[in-house]
């Protein structure tokens, strides 16, 4: 014996064939990440190399790039390194970010076992951790007072003169921007307006032909204060300072603009390039790219 259900209401024809128009489809349920789906070991996420993103691990992004010396001179090894995460998706809308697996636990933060996304200027906190300091090296590597002061000055030529070259010429090589690259100019260049125009002066016009000059001066120096020594200031072991001047070095030996006047400056101080190459394979040797065992 069978049974049939049968509906009382039934719907007029032209309500039926408009309604098929829509059809109604169903999906099996999302299933939600297991647990062991997150990042087991830190990683960095960074703005993409140049060419060969599974073989070149070194962000084409300075402001990256530094980031990853930084980890790299302080011998952390086995950081995953990802580039395809968008700068939206960074701590800020900025990258480099770094993931770690166990969360710094500073005030206001996640639990220690849920893991955290670190903005660049914690990575020295963590790195510490990792590292276990108790107590922060007040000479901060270099060899003594004197030098630790110096290298405040070398890293304003850097960041300064140097960064302002790389916005002028490789504007690709850097997602930060300076304030203002007329600061490093004497006299201050003249505003981008006249003093006969209908619109008040405002911006100021840049000679690239200043911003060279300043950029080789700053080159010639880095590479006499170098000499011969493994590392920047005479240091026994690498410092910040060699972290920030490999990252602006390497920006402008391997930069996408073939010759132009950056590299060209660098390439005729035979130092500055070997120390390049050394260090390079130093820092590429610390990554590894994420999902790789």
């Given at each position: 014996?069978?049974?049939?259900?049968?509906?009382f209401l039934t719907l007029?024809?032209?309500?039926?064939?408009?309604?098929?128009?829509?059809?109604?489809?169903?999906?099996?349920?999302?299933?939600?990440?297991?647990?062991?789906?997150?990042?087991?070991?830190?990683?960095?996420?960074?703005?993409?190399?140049?060419?060969?993103?599974?073989?070149?691990?070194?962000?084409?992004?300075?402001?990256?790039l530094k980031w990853q010396?930084?980890?790299?001179?302080?011998?952390?090894?086995?950081?995953?390194?990802?580039?395809?995460?968008?700068?939206?998706?960074?701590?800020?809308?900025?990258?480099?970010?770094?993931?770690?697996?166990?969360?710094?636990?500073?005030?206001?933060?996640?639990?220690?076992?849920?893991?955290?996304?670190?903005?660049?200027?914690?990575?020295?906190?963590?790195?510490?951790?990792?590292?276990?300091?108790?107590?922060?090296?007040?000479?901060?590597?270099?060899?003594?007072?004197?030098?630790?002061?110096?290298?405040?000055?070398?890293?304003?030529?850097?960041?300064?003169?140097?960064?302002?070259?790389?916005?002028?010429?490789?504007?690709?090589?850097?997602?930060?921007?300076?304030?203002?690259?007329?600061?490093?100019?004497?006299?201050?260049?003249?505003?981008?307006?006249?003093?006969?125009?209908?619109?008040p002066p405002y911006g100021?016009?840049?000679?690239?032909?200043?911003?060279?000059?300043?950029?080789?001066?700053?080159?010639?120096?880095?590479?006499?204060?170098?000499?011969?020594?493994?590392?920047?200031?005479?240091?026994?072991?690498?410092?910040?300072?060699?972290?920030?001047?490999?990252?602006?070095?390497?920006?402008?030996?391997?930069?996408?603009?073939?010759?132009?006047?950056?590299?060209?400056?660098?390439?005729?101080?035979?130092?500055?390039?070997?120390?390049?190459?050394?260090?390079?394979?130093?820092?590429?040797?610390?990554?590894?790219?994420?999902?790789?065992?």
């Open positions: 014996m069978s049974t049939t259900t049968t509906s007029p024809a032209p309500l039926r064939t408009f309604l098929a128009s829509f059809p109604l489809y169903t999906y099996p349920a999302i299933q939600a990440r297991p647990a062991h789906s997150k990042p087991t070991h830190p990683t960095i996420w960074i703005h993409p190399p140049l060419s060969d993103p599974d073989h070149n691990l070194l962000s084409a992004d300075v402001e990256c010396a930084y980890i790299a001179m302080r011998d952390v090894e086995g950081v995953r390194v990802r580039c395809d995460v968008k700068a939206e998706g960074g701590v800020g809308g900025r990258l480099p970010s770094l993931w770690v697996p166990v969360a710094l636990g500073l005030e206001g933060q996640k639990e220690a076992d849920e893991g955290e996304l670190l903005p660049a200027h914690l990575i020295p906190a963590w790195v510490d951790r990792e590292k276990a300091v108790e107590k922060a090296d007040e000479l901060e590597g270099y060899k003594d007072v004197e030098a630790r002061d110096e290298s405040r000055a070398w890293v304003t030529l850097l960041e300064g003169t140097v960064h302002s070259a790389l916005i002028t010429f490789q504007p690709t090589s850097t997602t930060a921007r300076s304030s203002s690259v007329a600061s490093i100019l004497t006299p201050p260049p003249a505003p981008l307006t006249g003093l006969a125009s209908l619109f100021a016009h840049v000679p690239s032909a200043e911003v060279e000059v300043k950029y080789a001066e700053a080159i010639s120096a880095l590479s006499e204060r170098l000499s011969g020594d493994k590392w920047f200031l005479g240091s026994e072991t690498p410092t910040p300072l060699d972290a920030l001047a490999f990252a602006y070095l390497h920006a402008i030996l391997h930069s996408s603009t073939s010759g132009g006047p950056l590299r060209t400056q660098v390439t005729r101080r035979v130092n500055l390039v070997a120390w390049e190459r050394r260090v390079s394979g130093l820092v590429r040797a610390a990554f590894v790219k994420a999902g790789d065992v």
